[in-house]
């Protein structure tokens, strides 16, 4: 069974520009989760989509957006790049609402110049 | 105001040694994870405890939830090499899918 898969591993970016993540789940995994991972604040939960549908959301600027399809595959979306935004972006899959073993890609590295 | 702290921040030992990571909070968690992430890499599940007072054992890794599942352990016995990463701990509130992260322990074992 294949486990996360994030798309791409490094991106570098300018500031100001915009960029797009995405990420797959496991298959049958219905719950996508997104973090940003700084060294200095951890891991911080970005969003969380289940079914199409964003059902948490974290205290970030809403340059920050994301989307869920039908597939269950997600993409997040920075606008407006921040050299701050420089981090490692991480996804998580969970099986069902409510369950929140999550399971991880190997992140996309996004440095902002 | 962080929500999960993780002690110590940094641990380096030597091969052989045994150490314990601590996780604390004031707040009540329906569940919480142990997580371990190697540079690079996204973080690993490595036990999921429910049920206050709850141990997991995985192999030389001891998981404790505390009686009032505000707290949890992991202690290791005769760390090895491949022991080395981020060990991160995770709770979970309610229902939601919102996990929150502590800050993560650094563990580094010296051969």
């Known amino acids: 069974k294949a486990g996360v898969t994030q798309t791409p591993r490094y991106l570098i970016k300018t500031r100001g520009q915009q960029v797009t993540l995405s990420c797959s789940p496991i298959?049958?995994?219905?719950?996508v989760s997104w973090y940003q991972q700084t060294p200095g604040q951890g891991l911080q939960f970005l969003f969380e989509?289940?079914?199409?549908?964003?059902?948490n959301k974290g205290n970030f600027p809403g340059r920050f957006s994301g989307r869920q399809f039908s597939n269950s595959r997600s993409e997040m979306n920075v606008s407006t790049l921040e050299l701050g935004d420089s981090a490692l972006y991480l996804c998580?899959?969970?099986?069902?609402?409510?369950?929140?073993?999550?399971?991880f890609g190997q992140g996309t590295r996004l440095t902002v110049v | 105001t962080q929500l999960l702290e993780q002690s110590p921040q940094f641990l380096s030992i030597q091969e052989g040694e045994n150490l314990t990571v601590y996780c604390n909070s004031s707040?009540?968690?329906?569940?919480l994870q142990w997580y371990r992430q190697e540079p690079g890499e996204g973080p690993v599940l490595l036990v999921t405890?429910?049920?206050?007072?709850e141990v997991k054992k995985l192999k030389r890794l001891t998981f404790q939830f505390g009686d009032a599942r505000k707290d949890s352990s992991l202690h290791i016995t005769a760390a090895q090499p491949g022991d080395t990463g981020l060990y991160l701990c995770?709770?979970?509130?309610?229902?939601?899918?919102?996990?929150?992260f502590g800050k993560g322990t650094k563990l580094t074992v010296n051969p």
């Open positions: 998580a899959s969970s099986f069902v609402q409510g369950r929140t073993e999550a399971f």
């Open positions: 298959s049958g995994h219905r719950s």
């Open positions: 989509y289940f079914s199409e549908t964003q059902r």
């Open positions: 707040s009540v968690f329906s569940s």
């Open positions: 405890v429910v049920t206050g007072g």
């Open positions: 995770a709770g979970a509130q309610g229902g939601s899918e919102k996990l929150v």
